[in-house]
């Protein structure tokens, strides 16, 4: 699937080294074509209060559209340790 810039995407996997769990949304800011092999986004994840917490380099196939159904979610940092 192709994202446009700037749009915001759903993780569909953790990653635990970056603290980010699946269902995060996180921003796309750029976009890596490499010839035959799928795109790569890179991406900020913020917090409820706008600041960065993360900034990753992502294939598409981990990402989606938001849709309808999806709600966000509240969780605090010593509860994701």
């Known amino acids: ?3 446009e ?7 569909l996997q953790d990653i635990p080294e970056e603290n980010l ?3 995060d949304i996180g921003v796309v800011v750029d976009r890596h074509d490499i010839e035959g092999i799928e795109p790569g986004y890179s ?3 913020f917090d409820m209060l706008g600041e960065t917490i993360a900034v990753v380099t992502l294939a ?3 990402l ?3 849709t309808h159904a999806d709600r966000p979610t509240v969780r ?3 509860m994701s340790a």
């Open 64 to 66: 989606r559209v938001p």
């Open 21 to 23: 769990r699946a269902g």
């Open 1 to 3: 699937m192709d994202f």
């Open 43 to 45: 991406l900020k994840f």
């Open 5 to 11: 810039l700037y749009t915001d995407v759903v993780l």
């Open 76 to 78: 605090s940092e010593a």
């Open 60 to 62: 598409g196939s981990l």
